[in-house]
Nanobody
Framework: QVQLVESGGGLVQAGGSLTLSCAAS????????MGWFRRAPGKEREFVAQ????????YYADSVKGRFTVSKDIAKNTMTLQMNSLKPEDTAVYYC????????????WGQGTQVTVSS
């Protein structure tokens, strides 16, 4: 009963920036962690970044550390991913996900938004 909708994807040149947003609705009161994942063409889905919904503690994959910043706005039930210094290898469908505090892990997923980085 949690709905997630990503937005902000698009085409950007290498070295450029893009900001993704994830709007959460439904029964979000027990949200524990929200995160970003991505799936590049021909590759498995991989973790990108996450943020604790209460304290705002963040964690990043090594591949994006120092370039991406995840943030939250609890009042708006929104999570964002600021992506800087984008590389062609960042090209992927990006998904937001919610980890509800019921021990079930990342059980809710958005539909994904395409990010394409041209060289």
């Amino acid at each position: 009963q949690v709905q997630l909708v990503e937005s902000g994807g698009g085409l950007v040149q290498a070295g450029g920036s893009l900001t993704l947003s994830c709007a959460a609705s439904g029964r979000t009161s027990r949200t524990y962690v929200m995160g970003w994942f991505r799936r590049a063409p021909g590759k498995e889905r991989e973790f990108v970044a996450q943020i604790g919904w209460s304290a705002g503690i963040t964690y990043y994959a090594d591949s994006v550390k120092g370039r991406f910043t995840v943030s939250k706005d609890i009042a708006k039930n929104t999570m964002t991913l600021q992506m800087n210094s984008l590389k062609p290898e960042d090209t992927a469908v990006y998904y937001c996900a919610a980890n509800i505090a019921d021990g079930g892990g990342y059980a809710y997923w958005g539909q994904g938004t395409q990010v394409t980085v041209s060289s």
